[in-house]
């Protein structure tokens, strides 16, 4: 009797062991690029360039923007997995970027602001939050207009319940994010009335 349950006991330590294992949603190529760009403009691009690519191993089409990959470029190859696992990514990759957003929203001081890298804007004013901020949380809200009727179309196409509830959760962000420009948009400083001539 003791035996017996000592072995249903190791079979419980080892069981949540290898439930709670879950793959990398980066390539390793997609981390070094998401590392390097450390102003959140630019971080938000890439983060919705990676889900565009999870998409695209998806096949489907979210109108994503023109973006020329060459074989073998700094991106590594086209990300790979189950149906489920790619929409397990996007959920995921779309959280990182909602985290990255509410992160810079609660410090705004910690802002990245990377000076001019070419001799043609050398000298102006290096952006800051209130440029930089804004412009990523209309990058992304573009980004999850483009994504919410891709999803809605494979929510009802789809027959998994673990399919069912990734894609709804990302539906639920896409929601968010929609709510949170339009919300920014309400809070923008009016623009200073133009002097007319008499």
């Given at each position: ?7 249903a ?8 062991a290898k439930t709670?294992?879950q ?9 070094e ?6 102003q959140?403009?630019?971080?938000v ?7 565009d690519?999870r ?15 060459k074989?073998g470029d700094?991106?590594g190859p086209?990300?790979?997995g189950?149906?489920?696992d790619l929409?397990?990514?996007i ?5 990182k ?5 509410d ?8 802002i990245v602001v ?9 000298g102006?004013k290096?952006?800051?939050f209130a440029e ?7 990058s992304?809200?573009?980004?999850a ?9 494979e929510?009802?196409k789809?027959?998994d319940?673990?399919e069912?509830?990734a894609?709804l959760?990302?539906?639920?962000m896409?929601?968010e994010?929609m709510?949170?420009v339009?919300?920014?948009?309400s809070?923008?400083a009016?623009?200073e ?6």
């Amino acid at each position: 009797m003791k035996l017996v349950f000592l072995a249903a006991f190791a079979a419980l330590l080892f069981l949540p062991a290898k439930t709670l294992c879950q793959r990398d949603y980066f390539t390793p190529e997609e981390i070094e690029i998401i590392r390097d760009a450390q102003q959140i403009d630019q971080r938000v691009n890439v983060l919705t360039h990676v889900i565009d690519r999870r998409f695209a191993a998806l096949n489907i089409d979210v109108h994503a923007p023109a973006f020329k990959e060459k074989k073998g470029d700094e991106w590594g190859p086209a990300p790979t997995g189950s149906r489920l696992d790619l929409f397990v990514d996007i959920k995921r990759i779309l959280q990182k970027a909602i985290d990255d957003i509410d992160n810079l929203s609660e410090r705004p001081n910690s802002i990245v602001v990377e000076e001019a890298r070419d001799k043609k804007n050398q000298g102006e004013k290096s952006k800051g939050f209130a440029e930089l901020f804004p412009a990523a949380v209309r990058s992304l809200a573009a980004s999850a207009q483009r994504y919410g009727p891709a999803l809605k179309i494979e929510l009802d196409k789809t027959k998994d319940p673990l399919e069912k509830g990734a894609i709804l959760d990302s539906l639920e962000m896409c929601d968010e994010i929609m709510a949170s420009v339009n919300k920014l948009n309400s809070t923008a400083a009016p623009a200073e009335p133009k002097k007319t001539k008499n």
